[in-house]
Nanobody, 115 residues
Framework: QVRLVESGGGLVQAGGSLRLSCAAF????????MGWYRQAPGKERELVAEITNGGAAMYADSLEHRFTISRGYARNTVYLQMNSLKPEDTAVYYC?????????WGQGTQVTVSS
């Protein structure tokens, strides 16, 4: 069984930064693409950023180059560096992988940006 564990959320003032971490635990036989999604109250879950097993990254257009996704040295770990945070970035952030046909989500970490 594979599970994802996120950390690093919290409360920050507008303009501040946070770094989210996600690690995959369990029997994963290869390096897999990983992604970050977020869901704000009353809104649908949306893609924030993805990174391939080779390290190529893609981002949601709305982020204006404020976020950076990267892989850690440990296998199947991923980070999301968030800079110049805005109140509209407030959401629960989820880590995601797709493995052996299964869509796997972490428990989510709350990010709250105050104005």
């Amino acid at each position: 069984q594979v599970r994802l564990v996120e950390s690093g959320g919290g409360l920050v003032q507008a303009g501040g930064s946070l770094r989210l971490s996600c690690a995959a635990f369990g029997s994963i036989s290869k390096i897999v693409p990983m992604g970050w999604y977020r869901q704000a109250p009353g809104k649908e879950r949306e893609l924030v950023a993805e990174i391939t097993n080779g390290g190529a990254a893609m981002y949601a257009d709305s982020l204006e180059h404020r976020f950076t996704i990267s892989r850690g040295y440990a296998r199947n770990t991923v980070y999301l560096q968030m800079n110049s945070l805005k109140p509209e970035d407030t959401a629960v952030y989820y880590c995601n992988i797709q493995y052996l046909g299964e869509n796997i989500w972490g428990q989510g970490t709350q990010v709250t940006v105050s104005s």
